[in-house]
């Protein structure tokens, strides 16, 4: 898995998961600076699939933290959906932490995780979906 990857499956996992991925790795990371923290608006593009213009749905909510590690000269960026500032956090350490290789192990495996509860939720959810269908001849 590449970093984008790993971060994305790590998005939707469990704030403990985080908490504690967080605490790995953030003595190795030492002190942050904050660049830009706070909510701001994303657009949403569409395609059209007829003409294949591409338009503007509207905008996203998001929190981000953008984070700067100066004895490691690197940094850290981690944006969610909606107020959520821990998770925005959290992200934007575990950002720096691979961007420097750090428990890098650790967070693969535990992005792994995240996706195999995410597809196991999915397969529950559609499996409850299907049975809900009405075969239309029988009616």
């Known amino acids: 898995m590449d970093e984008l990857e790993i971060l994305g499956a790590l998005a939707g996992a ?3 998961v985080l908490r504690a ?3 790995r790795v953030s003595p190795g990371l030492g002190k942050g600076r904050v ?4 909510p701001a608006l994303v657009p949403l593009p569409f395609r059209d699939s007829r003409r294949g213009t591409l338009f503007y749905l509207g905008e996203a909510l998001v929190y981000e933290v953008w984070l700067r590690f100066p004895d490691k000269g690197v940094e850290g960026y981690g944006a969610t959906l909606g107020p ?4 925005a956090r959290a992200l934007a350490i575990l950002d ?7 428990e890098r192990e650790a967070l693969e495996r535990a992005a792994r995780d995240a996706l195999k509860a995410r597809e196991e939720e999915d397969r529950r959810l559609w499996s409850w979906v299907e049975s809900t269908r009405l075969e239309v001849e029988t009616l």
Not at 35 to 38: A, D, H, L, N, T
Not at 84 to 87: C, F, K, L, Y
Not at 96 to 102: F, I, K, N, V
């Open 14 to 16: 469990p704030m403990e």
């Open 21 to 23: 991925l967080r605490a």
């Open 96 to 102: 720096a932490a691979l961007a420097l290789g750090l």
């Open 84 to 87: 959520d500032r821990e998770r």
């Open 35 to 38: 660049v830009r923290e706070g």
